[in-house]
């Protein structure tokens, strides 16, 4: 018997969008170089962005108008060089 519940592998990033969609505020998903991975729908209604433009883009070159950057708190600009850490 097949149980209706019961997926069948779902993927990593399947798992994460589901865990993502549940939440109500608008939610970013990033990995440890700011690059955004994952959205969910309250983060596109509220900033009225899609996820063509926001899926895959740092954090800090988001924004642009749409209040992202502000509404962040943050300065996202990384003040440490890259090399030489």
Do not use: H
């Not at 109500?24 to 900033?47: I, T």
């Amino acid at each position: 018997m097949n149980d209706p519940l019961e997926k069948s592998n779902p993927t990593p990033a399947e798992i994460l969008q589901d865990i993502v969609g549940t939440i109500r505020e608008p939610l970013l998903v990033l990995d440890a170089n700011l690059r955004v991975l994952a959205a969910n729908r309250s983060f596109y209604k509220f900033f009225k962005v899609k996820a063509g433009e926001t899926i895959g883009q740092l954090i800090y070159d988001l924004g642009t108008g749409n209040g992202i950057s502000q509404a962040c708190g943050y300065n996202w600009r990384p003040s440490c060089p890259k090399s030489g850490f």
